[in-house]
């Protein structure tokens, strides 16, 4: 069945650049999204990208996709202290499926 | 404003009680959903809707009932709450065509 899988914790240094992976399964996934989760808050759209690019800038953010590996990454450059967060990454058909499956989330710690 | 509200945004209850968390929102979008999210576990899809009269399972809909009222509303019903419905409970909706989701804040539920 789909999966996504994404490692539990990362800590970096306030000003490096953070990198947070993602794996997926389902070779049908059509958009690829970042989300972020800030403590007692809902999730908010980061970033998604479309199955056909490999790679999307915005700002501080690159999302990366390889689409043989089914892997995805998101870099946040000159990581800062309020970037501390939880990140999941998930995965959908769009419109044409029926839900988007979701990872279990990385949590993001920024050493000041 | 925001854009999905939840009431309440924390209960505390009884095993055996009936509960309902509500959901509205003012996206304008037909697709609304309601997540469970368990420490480590990420997102748990329970229920979702595509419009009004369309109403389906999720992966964990055992124990849980919904109610699409209307486009913007969308509630979720525990019949008989147990312990192991503890859990952060979210609910969102999604826009055509990447289906990006937007969340609601949270109803922080727990069964005694």
């Known amino acids: 069945g789909e999966d996504v899988e994404q490692s539990l914790f990362l800590s970096v240094r306030e000003g490096d650049s953070s990198v947070i992976n993602c794996t997926y399964t389902?070779?049908?996934?059509?958009?690829l999204y970042w989300y972020k989760q800030e403590p007692g808050a809902g999730l908010q759209l980061l970033t998604y990208?479309?199955?056909?690019?490999d790679m999307k800038q915005d700002q501080r953010l690159t999302v990366l996709l390889n689409k043989k590996d089914k892997h995805l990454s998101l870099r946040i450059a000159d990581t800062q202290t309020g970037d501390s967060a939880i990140y999941f990454c998930?995965?959908?058909?769009?419109?044409?499926?029926?839900?988007?499956?979701f990872g279990a989330g990385t949590r993001l710690f920024v050493k000041a | 404003d925001a854009d999905v509200t939840q009431t309440p945004r924390n209960r505390i209850t009884k095993t055996g009680k009936r509960i309902m968390l509500e959901c509205s929102q003012t996206?304008?979008?037909?697709?609304m959903y309601w997540y469970r999210q368990d420490p480590g576990l990420g997102l748990q899809l329970i229920y979702y809707?595509?419009?009004?009269?369309?109403?389906n399972k999720g992966e964990i809909s055992d124990g849980y009932s919904v109610s699409r009222q209307a486009q913007a509303k969308f509630s979720l019903s525990l019949e008989s709450a147990i312990p192991n419905q503890t859990a952060l409970y979210f609910c969102?909706?999604?826009?055509?065509?990447?289906?990006?989701?937007?969340f609601g804040p949270g109803t922080r539920l727990t069964v005694l």
């Open positions: 969102a909706t999604s826009a055509p065509p990447a289906d990006t989701q937007y």
């Open positions: 389902d070779s049908s996934s059509t958009y």
């Open positions: 990208i479309f199955s056909n690019m």
């Open positions: 998930a995965e959908s058909m769009g419109t044409g499926g029926f839900k988007t499956i």
């Open positions: 996206k304008g979008h037909d697709r």
């Open positions: 809707s595509f419009d009004v009269k369309d109403i």
